[in-house]
């Protein structure tokens, strides 16, 4: 679900949720489907003014509690090793 609130795909995230610019580069997403409204409130992302990448998503779920996720220090498109994408054995 994260993946579709981040990815860019607003047409897809629009048949199911309530999309609503709330500030200059936030953007608050309200679950309309009945199964993901019992359990998520809204989720608010916050965008970078230059990059346009997410800064910060808030989720907030129905009984009150919530989770925030910041991303610091962002690097696009970093060189990885190709270790990093091994897959790793029992012994490991």
Do not use: M
Request: hydrophobic share 35%.
């Amino acid at each position: 679900q994260l993946w579709l609130w981040l990815g860019g795909g607003y047409k897809e995230l629009n048949r199911h949720h309530r999309l609503e610019k709330t500030g200059p580069h936030t953007l608050l997403i309200t679950p309309q489907h009945q199964r993901a409204a019992e359990y998520i409130e809204n989720v608010s992302l916050i965008f970078d003014e230059k990059t346009l990448q997410p800064l910060q998503v808030e989720i907030r779920e129905q009984g009150g509690d919530s989770t925030r996720i910041s991303f610091i220090s962002l690097t696009v498109n970093a060189e990885l090793p190709e270790k990093l994408f091994a897959d790793c054995t029992r012994d490991e």
